[in-house]
């Protein structure tokens, strides 16, 4: 492991003891017979859902402590360095709604990351996966998800030091615990930033559909980004729809692309998930779909902060109620929408699969990803 893990006294500690790092995170080095006990030996039984980087799975330690098995499928070096980045990030945070370490595991061909298990698995899981057709996410739980979530990002950007932009924020890494507090989790996409930084040009990573229009075109990575994927999936959330979906003829469509319209008409009502029938709260709807849409302004210096969304979706920040709701749409190019599986994926009640995900594509491929529709914007007065 290279030197990013160093913070983490892996060469310092012994297996079983525990850390106390300066953030107050109590984590611990688990051996990987522990871990292969605690889950069955990785049995398929087990597995929560495999991502971009390897499998979850359920274990339960010794004492008693449900724990989920992050293994990491392949010892690349990119593997090894999402590895690194998010050990190194989770030892450093601290907050209710971030899903911090419990500890990790390096065997000399195996990367593994514990955390504690979550009984109500992630948002993707409600709203689209196993538990869609329960409709467990009422309205109460669907708002308390859209602030703890936008608590979480807002301690990632201003409260740790240095700043942290996550850089995967979607529905599969919204976890939710036994109250539905929501958890933000996998800072193995994170960015560091140093102080006095604004932003950063990198290598474009991250879930299509989630992806800020500065970020997918030229690998601009600021707080911004974050905050344009939370409007996606504030939008997922309150209108139960995907971020991209496959229409009847195989036509993909943006959340963005679908919602224009009705924001346009000023048809709020009309967006939101008909699983709520009608049980919902009409002013604190009008205030989410416009904090959403304030978020996925193409231009960045536009979106608000998390602090200004946070304040908005409580409702003492006036913002959103002086500034005019539009909506901007962005439409994938054709090559773009092929690499992404998230509409094809069926609901068939079994662990839930990565999609979406570009990995480490190269800003160069990623070239004017987006047919825009020029100033087609659309103004409405909340
Ligand atoms: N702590 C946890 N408790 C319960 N379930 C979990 C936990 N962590 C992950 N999962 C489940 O495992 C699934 C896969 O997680 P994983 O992070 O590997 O992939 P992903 O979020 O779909 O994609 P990505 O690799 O881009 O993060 C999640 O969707 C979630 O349902
Ligand atoms: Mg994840």
Request: with cysteine; proline share 4%; aromatic share 8%.
């Given at each position: 492991m290279g030197s990013a893990l160093c913070c983490c006294s892996s060469d310092k500690v012994d297996e079983g003891v525990s850390v106390v790092t300066p953030g107050n995170t109590t984590w611990r080095i688990f051996t990987y017979k522990e871990l292969h006990t605690a889950t069955n030996?990785?049995?398929?039984?087990?597995m929560l859902g495999e991502g971009g980087f390897g499998s979850v799975y359920l274990g339960k330690t010794s004492d008693g402590l449900q724990i989920a098995v992050k293994k990491l499928k392949a010892m690349t070096s990119k593997a090894e360095m999402e590895f690194a980045v998010e050990v190194e990030v989770l030892g450093r945070v601290r907050h209710k709604n971030l899903l911090g370490l419990r500890g990790y595991c390096v065997?000399?061909?195996?990367?593994?990351?514990?955390?504690?298990?979550?009984?109500?698995?992630?948002?993707?899981?409600?709203?689209?996966?196993?538990?869609?057709?329960?409709v467990l996410l009422d309205w109460k739980r669907r708002m308390k998800i859209a602030i703890g979530s936008a608590e979480g990002i807002l301690y990632l950007h201003h409260e740790v030091t240095p700043h942290i932009i996550h850089r995967d924020i979607k529905a599969s890494n919204v976890l939710l615990d036994s109250d539905f507090e929501p958890l933000v989790a996998d800072?193995?996409?994170?960015?560091?930033?140093?102080?006095?930084?604004?932003?950063?040009?990198?290598?474009?990573?991250?879930?299509?559909?989630?992806?800020?229009?500065?970020?997918?075109?030229?690998?601009?990575?600021?707080?911004s980004c974050d905050v344009y994927s939370f409007g996606i999936l504030l939008l997922e959330l309150l209108t139960g729809r995907k971020p991209i979906e496959k229409l009847p003829g195989g036509v993909k469509r943006t959340i963005t692309e679908w919602a224009e319209p009705f924001i346009a008409k000023g048809r709020f009502k009309d967006l939101v998930d008909p699983k709520l029938r009608g049980n919902f709260d009409e002013n604190q709807l009008k205030q989410a779909i416009n904090v959403a849409a304030l978020c996925v302004q193409?231009?960045?210096?536009?979106?608000?902060?998390?602090?200004?969304?946070?304040?908005?979706?409580?409702?003492?920040?006036?913002?959103?109620?002086?500034?005019k709701t539009r909506m901007h749409s962005v439409k994938y190019r054709e090559e773009l929408l092929a690499l992404d599986q998230t509409s094809d994926?069926?609901?068939?009640?079994?662990?839930?699969?990565?999609?979406?995900?570009?990995?480490?594509?190269?800003?160069?491929?990623?070239?004017?990803?987006?047919?825009?529709?020029?100033d087609r914007k659309t103004t409405k007065n909340v």
């Amino acid at each position: 492991m290279g030197s990013a893990l160093c913070c983490c006294s892996s060469d310092k500690v012994d297996e079983g003891v525990s850390v106390v790092t300066p953030g107050n995170t109590t984590w611990r080095i688990f051996t990987y017979k522990e871990l292969h006990t605690a889950t069955n030996g990785f049995r398929d039984d087990n597995m929560l859902g495999e991502g971009g980087f390897g499998s979850v799975y359920l274990g339960k330690t010794s004492d008693g402590l449900q724990i989920a098995v992050k293994k990491l499928k392949a010892m690349t070096s990119k593997a090894e360095m999402e590895f690194a980045v998010e050990v190194e990030v989770l030892g450093r945070v601290r907050h209710k709604n971030l899903l911090g370490l419990r500890g990790y595991c390096v065997g000399t061909d195996q990367r593994l990351i514990v955390y504690d298990y979550m009984p109500n698995l992630s948002l993707l899981s409600h709203l689209h996966g196993q538990y869609s057709r329960e409709v467990l996410l009422d309205w109460k739980r669907r708002m308390k998800i859209a602030i703890g979530s936008a608590e979480g990002i807002l301690y990632l950007h201003h409260e740790v030091t240095p700043h942290i932009i996550h850089r995967d924020i979607k529905a599969s890494n919204v976890l939710l615990d036994s109250d539905f507090e929501p958890l933000v989790a996998d800072f193995g996409f994170a960015k560091l930033i140093p102080e006095g930084v604004s932003h950063m040009t990198t290598r474009v990573k991250g879930t299509l559909g989630y992806l800020a229009p500065e970020y997918a075109m030229w690998g601009k990575v600021s707080e911004s980004c974050d905050v344009y994927s939370f409007g996606i999936l504030l939008l997922e959330l309150l209108t139960g729809r995907k971020p991209i979906e496959k229409l009847p003829g195989g036509v993909k469509r943006t959340i963005t692309e679908w919602a224009e319209p009705f924001i346009a008409k000023g048809r709020f009502k009309d967006l939101v998930d008909p699983k709520l029938r009608g049980n919902f709260d009409e002013n604190q709807l009008k205030q989410a779909i416009n904090v959403a849409a304030l978020c996925v302004q193409n231009e960045p210096e536009k979106r608000p902060s998390m602090k200004e969304v946070v304040g908005m979706l409580k409702g003492y920040d006036s913002r959103g109620k002086v500034m005019k709701t539009r909506m901007h749409s962005v439409k994938y190019r054709e090559e773009l929408l092929a690499l992404d599986q998230t509409s094809d994926d069926d609901d068939d009640g079994g662990p839930e699969e990565s999609y979406g995900v570009f990995g480490a594509m190269e800003v160069q491929k990623m070239q004017d990803p987006y047919r825009r529709y020029g100033d087609r914007k659309t103004t409405k007065n909340v």
